[in-house]
């Protein structure tokens, strides 16, 4: 990475962290004291905030740095509604095969605990929604096209993917097959991103397998426990299948879903 892009990448982060910071520091008592990933009011609060202010510091580099229009950032009205529907999809498709060879191999069985709760569950998706738009922009807006503009398409996908994993690094606690799917699902949504040049498809993708696997049926995303109000499965085996504490994003079963989708994408988009 060369001294341009590597100055450029660096403000935009220090930009989010300054405008992010005020937000988080007058409730940091309470962040400390509260569960902030079971804690709906705290998640939605925290969110929010997160996605505001890293849209702010996406608009100030786009706009004073690269003199460019919003659309750079991958958010034109062009095609957003299909490229959201087909990532919802797709990111559904891949969380029914990771599930079903789950089930298939007696890993993941019927377990009915609690009861759904609606209000909470709308309140999940929100907060849900704002992470994975948060998440995306961080690492396929900015940073992606600042990347593919001076070293290519592949040299963005490979890179923003990187970063992507080492996001997850402190989640994944040593897991390496985890930090391998978090990879291989990093490359997928960088090629919807750079085949669509937008970032409707990745965060369709990306929201829904994390919907899914959370918020609905009560499994862990992310090496985390979004909810413990209700849950329909409960995973067991070996942690090279179940995924360990990380959960089935750590397994193989998710690393057969991803390269599966993979090679279908590359050879239909």
Known sequence: MNWSILW???LFLISWG???APFIIPVRKYLE???????????????????I?????SLIMVSFVEHKPFWYLGFSPKNMMKDSFIGILLGSGIFI????LLWVLGYLKL?????????VLLLSGIAMLLNTITQELLVRGYIFQVIRENFGVLASIILSSMIFSILHISSAKGNILAMLNIFLIGVLFGYTRAVT?????PIGIHFAWNFLLGPVIGLT?????LTNSWRFFTLQGPNIFSGGNFGIEGGLSTTFSIVIFLILLYKIL
């Open 8 to 10: 450029r990448v660096s």
């Open 18 to 20: 300054l405008l992010y």
């Open 33 to 51: 004291e509260q569960d902030s990933v079971k804690s709906i009011p705290l998640r939605l609060y925290m969110e929010s905030m997160g996605m």
């Open 53 to 57: 202010s890293i849209i702010i510091a």
């Open 97 to 100: 095969i990771s599930i079903i």
């Open 111 to 119: 377990y009915r605990e609690g009861e759904i709760i609606w209000s």
């Open 197 to 201: 040049d937008g970032l409707w498809m």
């Open 221 to 225: 995303v992310s090496g985390k426990e």
